[in-house]
């Protein structure tokens, strides 16, 4: 590598806000804070729930129920022609 073209490459903190704290190195200059972490994350601390917004998979599910039925009822017809 060039010497002099590289940005330099220091330790810092990372500050969650839940009050976590680790170091790590960066080009970055200064300790850098952060919303969220892998300590409180819920996806990371198994407590995430998957929310069903505004009915969408009951929407999805009775959509295609009646896809089910129009083929059965087209199948039973055939059978019976």
Do not use: W
């Not at 490459?9 to 969220?36: M, P």
Request: charged share 30%; glycine share 6%; net charge positive.
């Amino acid at each position: 590598m060039k010497a002099g073209i590289h940005p330099a490459y220091n330790e810092l903190n990372i500050t969650c806000a839940c009050g976590s704290t680790f170091r790590t190195r960066s080009t970055h200059k200064g300790d850098i804070r952060v919303e969220i972490c892998s300590k409180c994350h819920p996806f990371f601390t198994g407590r995430q729930k998957l929310i069903d917004t505004a009915g969408r998979i009951d929407r999805f599910q009775k959509k295609y129920q009646k896809t089910l039925e129009m083929k059965r009822l087209a199948e039973l017809h055939k059978t019976k022609a």
